[in-house]
């Protein structure tokens, strides 16, 4: 949303936009109009402001999960439906989708150029790592296409860069807020170990563990406050590190049945992927975080985040 017209109703110590379809652009009103069913509704039912919120949140979720989505639902069709006679490679015409989702996302300003900036280190960044990773056999891309670096398909990187863009786009739509956010310098400090350990732990011990104590110890006291319409929720920001890995962790097993790529164990006949998995995913959100909160700084909860600021979208 770019207006705080988002939350009419919001507190009356803070000066509100008036629901009006000019407080909105026009690609939001249909989530103003959810928004009002929603009130008309829900509200009036046994435990409506908990059903109200849900349902508002599942959606802000899934708009947040754009470019994710997008990029999910192309890879499940190109699995059923790719011809074989097509002029492209499956793995370029993805790449193709995800450049024009980024493009999309853009043009229409629901995400910034900064943000965008960031999202390109993740993405290079995370190519480099698949590089190293495929050249080990952790895992591979098995079908072929033209565009890619040895063993790298090139849309592989758009796989990174698309948590990127949902966390981006999460931290406005429910406009988040910490407390006890720990000093940036330790942050940056986890997030290169946690790089560093992806590689190294090919030749030296694994470290992590020991990275996830260090995660702990740094975001333990943590809380991350969040604002579905009115009232601000929260939680511990490692839980949500973790819902947020459970939801990859699935889209990865979405991602290895449709034979993007495959891990050794898959070769033969596809399995679910390990949920030792879930490990490595969390550690990859500290990165993408870290990341996303160079442009999107932290800041701190206090008594007049009571409404969105106005420039969510």
């Not at 939350?7 to 803070?14: E, F």
């Not at 046994?46 to 349902?55: A, I, K, Q, S």
């Not at 699995?79 to 097509?86: E, N």
């Not at 033209?146 to 090139?154: D, E, K, Q, T, W």
Request: one cysteine or more; glycine letters at 4%.
């Amino acid at each position: 949303m770019t207006d705080p017209a988002w939350r009419t109703d919001a507190a009356p110590a803070i000066e509100a936009v008036p629901a009006t379809e000019e407080g909105f652009r026009r690609r939001d009103l249909w989530l103003l109009a959810l928004k009002r069913r929603s009130e008309r509704w829900l509200l009036p039912l046994p435990l409506g402001r908990l059903w109200h919120e849900l349902l508002l949140f599942g959606v802000l979720q899934a708009w947040a999960c754009l470019f994710a989505g997008i990029l999910l639902v192309a890879i499940v069709a190109t699995k059923f439906a790719w011809p074989s006679a097509a002029p492209i490679a499956r793995y370029d015409f993805l790449l193709l989708v995800a450049l024009a989702i980024q493009g999309c996302l853009l043009a229409l300003k629901m995400e910034r150029i900064e943000e965008a900036k960031v999202i390109l280190i993740f993405h290079i960044a995370a190519t480099v790592m698949e590089l190293f990773k495929t050249a080990k056999g952790s895992w591979i891309y098995p079908e072929p296409n033209l565009i890619r670096i040895a063993g790298v398909p090139l849309f592989s990187g758009f796989l990174y860069s698309a948590v990127g863009s949902y966390i981006a786009r999460c931290w406005r739509l429910l406009d988040f807020r910490f407390s006890n956010y720990p000093p940036p310098w330790t942050t940056w400090i986890l997030a290169l170990l946690v790089y560093v350990n992806f590689f190294s732990h090919h030749y030296i011990v694994d470290l992590r563990y020991v990275i996830l104590a260090l995660a702990f110890l740094i975001y333990g006291r943590t809380i991350i406050h969040f604002t579905v319409d009115q009232v601000p929720r929260r939680m511990p920001l490692l839980l949500g590190f973790l819902l947020v890995a459970l939801f990859i962790w699935i889209a990865e097993n979405i991602g290895s049945f449709s034979a993007i790529w495959l891990y050794p164990h898959q070769l033969k006949a596809w399995s679910p992927v390990s949920l030792s998995k879930l490990g490595s995913w969390f550690l990859l959100m500290i990165i993408s975080f870290v990341l996303v909160a160079v442009v999107n700084e932290p800041r701190p909860f206090g008594p007049r985040e009571a409404v969105r600021s106005p420039d969510r979208r």
